[in-house]
Nanobody, 121 residues
Framework: QVQLVESGGGLVQPGGSLRVSCAAS????????MGWYRQAPGKQRELVAT???????NYADSVKGRFTISRDNTKNAVYLQMNSLSPEDTAVYYC???????????????WGQGTLVTVSR
């Protein structure tokens, strides 16, 4: 089965930077859109950023100018560079992939387990 595995979360001070990564396992042939979502305590999961297979990006207004999403199609991976972090960015960050085609079939969407990012002194 195809899986998404996030890494890179941890504790960072306000104003600092952190880079989280996500890689798809299995024999992946193609993925349409990959993205990052986050869920803060007591809040619903929200969109952070997405990137298409062609490199077209989309960002939530709250992270524009601070976060950068990138993708490596060869490695079936997506990354999120987070700069100028604030406590409000504290959340579990989830990786997503839409329309994943692998040797085992077509998966409409896949979600990772999430990685915790804590912004605090």
């Amino acid at each position: 089965q195809v899986q998404l595995v996030e890494s890179g979360g941890g504790l960072v001070q306000p104003g600092g930077s952190l880079r989280v990564s996500c890689a798809a396992s299995g024999s992946v042939w193609s993925i349409n859109t990959m993205g990052w979502y986050r869920q803060a305590p007591g809040k619903q999961r929200e969109l952070v950023a997405t990137i298409t297979s062609g490199g077209v990006t989309n960002y939530a207004d709250s992270v524009k100018g601070r976060f950068t999403i990138s993708r490596d199609n060869t490695k079936n991976a997506v990354y999120l560079q987070m700069n100028s972090l604030s406590p409000e960015d504290t959340a579990v960050y989830y990786c997503s992939a839409d329309r994943v085609l692998s040797s085992t079939g077509l998966y409409l969407d896949i979600w990772g387990q999430g990685t915790l990012v804590t912004v605090s002194r």
